[in-house]
């Protein structure tokens, strides 16, 4: 027969007491995957609009080029006009892709900004989470640290 002395402590009970003891929020675990969340949908705002301007002026950039190309295959009276239409078409190509550059760098700065601007604002939203989190849980250990004491006596 068993003593008091070598019975087996019930371990899970022991645990739930200990848990209830101390109970977990999990408003700030939430609160803090919906901040995640909601930064990743205007993450993907950005890259996707980013995206869709940069295929607008790629398509742009496509006509244009298939339009002065155009013209230059176009047959001629004289030999020299072909040599004429050939330089023309370089020409306007050179000055059409350092304007075409130059809005895909307009681009690109817009989605930088975009970005820094969001993980700044990120940044702040979940360091307030964060502070928000440690608060309450102090605050609810506390409480229960009073209680367990009060408890005890």
Same mark, same amino acid.
């Given at each position: 027969m068993?003593?008091?002395k070598n019975a087996t402590p019930d371990m899970t009970q022991m645990m739930k007491d200990m848990m209830s003891a101390?109970?977990?929020d999990t408003a700030a675990m939430e609160d803090?995957? !919906?901040t995640a969340a909601t930064l990743n949908e205007k993450l993907s705002h950005v890259a996707i609009e980013a995206a869709e301007k940069s295929t607008e002026l790629q398509s742009k950039w496509m006509k244009d080029m298939l339009t002065k190309m155009g013209e230059m295959t176009k047959a001629k009276s004289e030999p020299a006009d072909y040599a004429k239409a050939m330089t023309d078409f370089a020409s306007a190509q050179a000055e059409v892709t350092?304007?075409?550059m130059a809005a895909f760098a307009e681009i690109a !700065?817009?989605?930088q900004?975009?970005?820094v601007e969001l993980m700044m604002a990120a940044g702040k939203d979940f360091s307030?989470?964060?502070s928000a989190a440690m608060k309450k849980a102090t605050s609810d250990m506390t409480t229960a640290a009073k209680k367990a004491s009060t408890a005890a006596k």
């Open positions: 068993a003593t008091a101390f109970p977990v803090s995957f !919906k350092a304007e075409h !700065k817009k989605v900004m975009d970005t307030e989470d964060a």
